[in-house]
T-cell receptor, first 110, second 112 residues
Framework: GESVGLHLPTLSVQEGDNSIINCAYSNSASDYFIWYKQESGKGPQFIIDIRSNMDKRQGQRVTVLLNKTVKHLSLQIAATQPGDSAVYFCAEYDAGKSTFGDGTTLTVKP | DGGITQSPKYLFRKEGQNVTLSCEQNLNHDAMYWYRQDPGQGLRLIYYSQIVNDFQKGDIAEGYSVSREKKESFPLTVTSAQKNPTAFYLC???????????FGSGTQLSVL
């Protein structure tokens, strides 16, 4: 069936560097995508979203890029901080429900 | 403060026992969802409800049941038919027709 996938299960970066987390999706009918951040033992929290009619959206220190041609989504975190250490999920929305990828664990080294 | 409350935080189930996980929200959201999360994996949809007294099966509904008698509440029962219930269970809500999910803090279910 349709699924959302992440390219790397883990990512380790140095504090202050930029992080790029990737996600591949296969449901061409999905028209909305969200990135969530999940800290240990907690529920996921919304970070940023993007609609399928856009290719880039920026927030505070985060940018989401959408390439519909190759069905690829990425989350860029600028000047990564220790508090950014968490698991990051992309989710695609279609027909009233969200489908999540497997997640990328981001570790920030001091 | 508005939010979603899940209880208990930890729950243990004996063989052949049904257990119920509670989820309450005061966000006035119409839609509510239950997800299951296994270690190192993403979230899989169990059941969802877009409106009171109505709910739909998600991708992994077998061995689970739900009810939606009140807008604020969406309890999940893990039945004895669910042979591998150990997981982290997450409840979420959203404004109906809107994509952004608000999550509770989860319930960790383990089998004794």
């Amino acid at each position: 069936g349709e699924s959302v996938g992440l390219h790397l299960p883990t990512l380790s970066v140095q504090e202050g560097d930029n992080s790029i987390i990737n996600c591949a999706y296969s449901n061409s009918a999905s028209d909305y995508f969200i990135w969530y951040k999940q800290e240990s033992g907690k529920g996921p929290q919304f970070i940023i979203d993007i609609r399928s009619n856009m290719d880039k959206r920026q927030g505070q220190r985060v940018t989401v890029l959408l390439n519909k041609t190759v069905k690829h989504l990425s989350l860029q975190i600028a000047a990564t901080q220790p508090g950014d250490s968490a698991v990051y999920f992309c989710a695609e929305y279609d027909a009233g429900k969200s489908t999540f990828g497997d997640g990328t664990t981001l570790t920030v080294k001091p | 403060d508005g939010g979603i409350t899940q209880s208990p935080k930890y729950l243990f189930r004996k063989e052949g026992q049904n257990v119920t996980l509670s989820c309450e929200q005061n966000l006035n959201h119409d839609a509510m969802y239950w997800y299951r999360q296994d270690p190192g994996q993403g979230l899989r949809l169990i059941y969802y409800s877009q409106i009171v007294n109505d709910f739909q099966k998600g991708d992994i509904a077998e061995g689970y049941s739900v009810s939606r008698e009140k807008k604020e509440s969406f309890p999940l029962t893990v039945t004895s038919a669910q042979k591998n219930p150990t997981a982290f269970y997450l409840c979420a809500s959203s404004i109906r027709g809107r994509e952004k999910l608000f999550f509770g803090s989860g319930t960790q279910l383990s089998v004794l």
